[in-house]
T-cell receptor, first 116, second 113 residues
């Protein structure tokens, strides 16, 4: 596709349920990033993939959060047993490579998650 | 650790006027990249401008330009001839080589007609 796409656009869930958020990066981009944007916390890094491996998971806030990437393309961010503090906009970005002059990150439109 | 500070939570500018958004950062690296992203109400983060730290020349993209002061670790964004469509949240970002973007808290820009 022309840009990074994310689905769903909005997700409302009940506390305790699991959710899956999907990111489809720009075709040919090998690096993929997940960020979270919440009131009072700004934009914070969650995890980064180079190909299918995740060299940096340092931003995942708890073991309820996990992410995977298959085929060097689509990535899924899973939040288990959601809590109200998980409510935020989850942004995905991709870049051609990680490191070097072509690592400008291009963002998707985000998924707004609301946990009731 | 990388840090990015945007000290202006909100700025206003009259249409057609010029406005400057401030950003300071801290990093121990000598090679890094700096970015300004714009986030309108649609929440899509849009790249405005990018600066490589090794380049002394300030980046320019049409009405957008930066004042990059490496020694002072300052990276301000100047918007000339402001337009209503420039109204958005602006984020300053720091990318160390092969690493994650670290963002400032953002500055809301309001454009008055």
């Amino acid at each position: 596709g022309a840009g990074v796409s994310q689905s769903p656009s909005n997700k409302v869930t009940e506390k305790g349920k699991d959710v899956e958020l999907r990111c489809d990066p720009i075709s040919g981009h090998t690096a993929l990033y997940w960020y979270r944007q919440s009131l009072g916390q700004g934009l914070e890094f969650l995890i980064y993939f180079q190909g299918n491996s995740a060299p940096d998971k340092s931003g995942l806030p708890s073991d309820r959060f996990s992410a995977e990437r298959t085929g060097g393309s689509v990535s899924t961010l899973t939040i288990q047993r959601t809590q109200q503090e998980d409510s935020a906009v989850y942004l995905c970005a991709s870049s051609l490579v990680s490191g070097g002059p072509t690592d400008t990150q291009y963002f998707g439109p985000g998924t707004r998650l609301t946990v009731l | 650790a990388q840090t990015v500070t945007q000290s202006q939570p909100e700025m206003s500018v009259q249409e057609a006027e010029t406005v400057t958004l401030s950003c300071t950062y801290d990093t121990s690296e000598s090679d890094y990249y700096l970015f300004w992203y714009k986030q309108p109400p649609s929440r899509q983060m849009i790249l405005v401008i990018r600066q490589e730290a090794y380049k002394q020349q300030n980046a320019t993209e049409n009405r957008f330009s930066v004042n990059f002061q490496k020694a002072a670790k300052s990276f301000s964004l100047k918007i000339s001839d402001s337009q209503l469509g420039d109204a958005a949240m602006y984020f300053c970002g720091l990318l160390e080589y092969g690493n994650k973007l670290v963002f400032g808290a953002g500055t809301i820009l309001r454009v008055k007609s």
